[in-house]
């Protein structure tokens, strides 16, 4: 019978994708248990545990420029006054300014994002076991895109079946519901991994999400400087108190001049 080769194909192709994605999900929860040491994380690793690469270099801007050591102009342009950079990422940052002192801030972040010192913390926490390394996140996500995958075609192959000659004393209806088998194995494992294997397609770990947890209770941005940047590095750039600055990252002009206020070259 034509339906049955029909279903043995759907219960291949389902079982098959949720193993997949079963077992990259225990590889991913093995490397980000916990080592069993302290770990106080630093102001970058908290911003790259929250919001990856791109937080460490927002994180970096913020910081510098509250200590008026780069100015951050509401057009959306970056202004080296220090050149002095204090430590590997600020050295990056200005860096990605290049040598006129002067860039805007969307490629500024986007260069320092991948710098060597953000792969520097990002490796740093892989071994502590507060990162998720990149080959568990790529195939956690692809295997999730290949379970939706098979809940697709079990579905077709479903209807393949109802369309399909079968005996007249078979009724469709208990066709359909054989195919419904494997469509609700697919269907509870993408429920399933939604709200259990999600957590691990992002920067942290488990342990390292209990360590930003607890940083985020005691985030505030109305105290002192370190507790505003921590704020910042766990929440991101909406954490920004001050209009100006605000504005300096939210603007989105994809052409302009010179920021009011900054030196021609």
Avoid: K
């Avoid at 780069?70 to 006054?81: D, F, I, N, S, Y």
């Avoid at 006129?100 to 010192?117: D, F, K, L, N």
């Avoid at 393949?160 to 419904?180: G, M, Q, V, Y």
């Amino acid at each position: 019978m034509l339906w049955v080769l029909f279903l043995l194909a759907a219960w291949a192709v389902a079982g098959t994708a949720c193993t997949r994605l079963c077992l990259a999900a225990v590889r991913a929860a093995a490397g980000g248990t916990d080592t069993g040491q302290v770990h106080e994380l630093t102001l970058y690793e908290a911003a790259f545990l929250s919001g990856g690469p791109r937080r460490v270099a927002d994180v970096t801007l913020v910081a510098m420029a509250r200590q008026r050591r780069l100015l951050l102009a509401r057009t959306g342009w970056a202004t080296v006054v220090d050149p002095r950079g204090r430590d590997a990422m600020e050295r990056s940052v200005i860096g990605a300014i290049g040598p006129e002192g002067q860039s805007r801030i969307a490629p500024v972040r986007a260069t320092a994002a991948t710098a060597e010192a953000v792969r520097g913390i990002a490796d740093g926490l892989v071994r502590a076991g507060l990162a998720v390394p990149d080959s568990a996140r790529t195939t956690v996500a692809a295997g999730v895109r290949q379970v939706r995958a098979a809940a697709v075609a079990v579905l077709g192959l479903g209807v393949a079946a109802l369309l399909a000659p079968a005996p007249p004393d078979l009724p469709r209806h208990l066709i359909a519901l054989w195919f419904a088998l494997p469509l609700a194995l697919t269907l509870s494992c993408l429920a399933v991994a939604r709200v259990e294997i999600h957590p691990y397609s992002r920067w942290a770990s488990p342990a390292g999400q209990r360590l930003l947890g607890a940083l985020a209770r005691n985030a505030d941005d109305s105290a002192d400087d370190r507790t505003y940047l921590t704020s910042v590095a766990v929440r991101g750039v909406s954490a920004i108190g001050e209009p100006d600055l605000r504005a300096a990252f939210a603007h989105r002009e994809a052409h302009g001049g010179r920021p009011g206020g900054a030196r021609e070259h």
